[in-house]
């Protein structure tokens, strides 16, 4: 029995063809051999492809969980190694001199709140006005431009960040200072909050804007009043987010805020920061330093996931804690 | 012209919500006197260089009532949206003629866009409340920023509770000024946004559909409050439903293409249009 | 044919006192203008300050390097010497230890990330979704010095005292170069590892985003010609998808050339262009956090920040490359819409 793909292109054959698929399977006489055949070649290939689904599903599914586990493995490790050092003592001591038991890091608390409370000061403003102007030109060449700028600074390495800072204001001024810092971290933050506010000003609808133009507005008091009031809380989702990675960052630090073993509120001085002083302790011989670096990022990493998950809840729904 | 647009509503009572508001119509003052408050002078709007509005004139006449009709994409929302400065709003928009507002240029060389929208207010097709606002707050909106003699006018708590009223909405939120205005319904949220746009007490109302998502009872307040809004100010109507048209409005303009097709009195255009394509339009041979 | 006044009304027209000035134009000097003007100023500047910054991170970084740029020339990019007590610089060993890092990363990290997130973008059930993808996002929340920490204490010990003496003795792979020669905790391979777990969720995340924006119209027309989920995957949203996951990659690539704490602090730390896997190195990043503390003379300190350029004028390069890519794919998926 010829199938219907074989048969020629001629009216005559038309006839034929439209005559010929109802013969094969009339009700007596079954299914042809042909269609048999095709039919168990479909279920074995069908049992094959099917075997292959499953079985990628399967690895997918093995790869997902591999892929938690090192956060797990982090977590539980901080918490055996870091928790015992955790206590009152950690929150409110300086750093003793090496060989002394005890002490903590108030000095470097202090100073990383300090270091995220000026960078935000500088970057914000900076990144939410930038990220206005996207919204507001959305296509114009500069938009475009600055758009893809800021990814690619987003992208950079952040000790390329701390290099800038060094050559730009620690050494003209002659030493290393909290302001320094608060600048490099400041610079980093810039492109971050630029793309999450021009996101979610985007997302404010037209109609709005121009409902309050049509008010009477100018465009200035409606992008205050509605646009950015409208907006807030996802702007507050990527402004946290942008603060939870650079309370962590090191990097920039080592070049402009140095560290300090004490207590210092100045901005033209050196300041300690947590990630500074983990890392610091962290590459020390010293056994109980080793201790507090893991109480150190214990209590980083509690500030930077408690921010991250604020920033969460801000914006229910949303999860944006990695690369944009 | 009263009897003629009676007929008129009558012949088109198919879609049934006119009887309450022929009732209206035969209570409200026709003969208000009137002047002419906007006059358009070969206005074309152009979004680059492709014209939405191609070379316009019309007079809109003050305490009346007029209706911008034609098909989707005909350009009457555009026109609209140049009586008030919105259209330059769009990033490739431009604008090119006169509009006078009482005699005054709106596009004129000083006039600043966000002045001539005090004075020229104007409701969308979609409601708009400020989500971040109550419904007081939302009435207020304008208020602010409004002419400087709001002080003569009352306080907010007043201005609010009669641009309230006005919009016949202030029986059903009394009770809930503080409330966030995103809660109300889909009319009542329309009907805000009408208060809000007359709380600031402008000389020209522009409604750019303003029922096309609402159900038939919200839309049947909306067109009751326009009729009531013609006592005052001047009214103008984006609509593509041709039964509103014709039961709210004192002059209706059929637009096509961009170009006005023809401009008269509702009673007229709509029994005896003077225009083929008009013909054409309104006993839907298209569109 | 159109009339510009309705007919019949002229006379009526006449009966109402005469228009009075509303003060549009007295009012455009006042209040809104300005504060427009000065919007639109602010709004723009700000924007400006986003190239402005580049170009200042260029001039500076630039500046900072130029003396040893100018003392070296292009040979400071292929010399091994590293010599701060007779100011003999070269930048071979950190940039060659840069890319061999980030290779092991990335080969390490990409089958698992675009796994995850082929599984939460397809497969997961939906109340599996969110949680596994939140769970590997917060990888990227944690702070470099972090994993820098684990490393050194967890990972580099279970390094040395497992995993290398498996590749090289059970596994019979110490013949080869790669993986031969004596285990030292500290090791390119023990930052490649820490680098790939670091990379994973940004590989992820954006291929996961990747793989949601393709339209649900090519999943529908495979899977109505009759293939199975996976075909489906495979033939029809994985290659649309493919140069957005690409750009994924490199932009995880990105990451990992210029992460800086967690290598310094596992990598061990030696000017040295060795074949082993096993051995220690150094990469740029980890070559400058290193030696900037300590580094007294001008040369030697200029020389560091030459390489700094260096790594500057990679990664901009790397991620221009892969910002381009993601857009492609979104730009391709809107319009397949």
Known sequence: MVGMADSEPSSKCEVTKRHDPPMTSLPNGGPSKRQRETASRTRKTLRRRRATNAFMVGVLALSAVLATIPLILILYHLLKSGLSSVNVDFFTNTPKPPGETGGGMYNAIVGTLMLVAMASVIGMPVGIGAGLYLAERKGTKLANTVRFLADVLNGLPSIVMGIFAWEFLVKPIGHFSALAGAAALAAMMVPMVTRTTEEMVSLVPTSLREAALALGYSRARTAMTVVLRTATAGIVTGALVAVARIAGETAPLLFTALGNQFTSYALNKPIAALPLQIFNYAVSPYDDWHAQAWAGALVLIALVLIISLAARAATRGRIDLGAD | ?287 | ?337
């Open chain 3, 1 to 337: 044919m159109s009339q510009s006044t309705p007919p019949g009304r002229s006379d009526e027209a006449q009966s109402l006192p005469q228009p009075f000035d509303h003060g549009i134009e007295a009012a455009a000097l006042r209040g809104g203008a300005i504060v427009d003007r000065v919007y639109d100023a602010a709004i723009t500047f700000f924007a400006l300050c986003v190239p402005l910054l580049l170009l200042l991170l260029i001039f500076e970084v630039g500046k900072a390097g130029w003396p040893a740029f100018q003392k070296f020339g292009i040979g400071f990019l292929f010399s091994s010497e590293w010599d701060p007590v007779n100011l003999k610089f070269g930048a071979a060993p950190a940039i060659f230890g840069t890319i061999v890092s980030s290779i092991i990363a990335l080969i390490l990290a990409t089958p698992l990330a675009l796994g995850v997130a082929i599984y939460v973008a397809e497969f997961a059930p939906p109340w599996l979704r969110q949680p596994v993808g939140f769970l590997v996002d917060l990888l990227a929340a944690i702070p470099s010095v972090v994993y820098g920490l684990w490393g050194v204490f967890v990972l580099v010990p279970v390094l040395r005292e497992h995993v290398m003496p498996f590749l090289r003795d059970t596994l019979h792979l110490g013949g080869t170069p790669l993986f031969s020669g004596p285990a030292y905790g500290p090791s390119m391979l023990a930052a490649g590892v820490v680098l790939a777990i670091m990379v994973l969720p940004y590989i992820s995340s954006v291929a996961r985003e990747v793989l949601l924006a393709v339209p649900r119209s090519q999943r529908e027309a495979a899977l109505a010609l009759g293939a199975t989920r996976w075909e489906a995957i495979r033939g029809a949203v994985l290659p649309f998808a493919k140069s957005g996951i690409i750009g994924g990659i490199i932009l995880g690539l990105g990451r990992a050339l210029g992460e800086t704490m967690a290598v310094t602090m596992v990598i061990g730390n030696r000017h040295e262009l060795a074949a082993s896997l096993f051995a220690p190195g150094y990469t740029i990043a980890s070559l400058i956090a290193n030696e900037f503390a300590e580094a007294s003379n001008e040369m030697h300190l200029s020389a560091l920040m030459a390489v700094g350029f260096v790594l500057f004028a990679i990664t901009l390069l790397v991620n221009a490359v892969a910002r381009w890519l993601v857009w492609q794919t979104a730009s391709q998926a809107r319009s397949a819409k």
């Open chain 2, 1 to 287: 012209m009263a009897e003629s647009i009676l007929a008129l509503t009558e012949s088109r009572q198919s879609r049934g919500s006119s009887t309450h508001l022929r009732e209206h119509r035969a209570d409200a003052p026709v003969d208000l006197p009137t002047r002419s408050r906007v006059v358009v002078e070969g206005l074309t709007a152009l979004f680059g260089a492709t014209a939405a509005v191609k070379n316009v004139s019309m007079t809109l006449l003050d305490r009346r009532v007029t209706a911008i009709i034609g098909p989707s994409g005909c350009g009457k929302s555009t026109f609209l949206r140049c009586l008030n400065r919105m259209h330059e709003t769009v990033g490739t928009a431009s604008v090119r003629g006169k509009v006078l507002l009482d005699g005054h240029d709106i596009y004129g060389q000083k006039t600043n866009p966000a002045a001539v929208r005090r004075h020229v207010g104007m409701v969308f097709q979609r409601p708009t409340p400020f989500p971040t606002m109550s419904i007081r707050e939302n009435v207020a909106a304008g208020l602010r920023v409004a002419r400087h003699d709001d002080a003569v006018r009352g306080t907010v708590e007043e201005i609010v509770e009669k641009a309230l009223r006005r919009a016949s909405l202030w029986d059903e939120v009394k009770d809930r000024l503080d409330t966030s205005a995103v809660g109300m319904s889909g009319g009542q949220q329309q009907r805000l946004c009408i208060a809000r746009a007359l709380a600031t007490e402008p000389d020209v109302l522009l409604l750019d559909e303003p029922t096309a998502s609402l159900d038939p009872l919200s839309t049947q307040k909306v067109e009751e409050l326009v009729w009531e809004l013609r006592a005052d100010i001047a009214v103008v109507i984006v609509t593509h439903n041709m039964q509103q048209a014709a039961r709210v409005s004192d002059f209706t303009a059929f637009f096509l293409h961009g170009e006005m097709v023809e401009f008269s009195p509702t009673a007229e255009i709509f029994t005896n249009p003077l225009d083929p394509r008009t013909e054409a339009y309104i006993t839907g041979r298209f569109g």
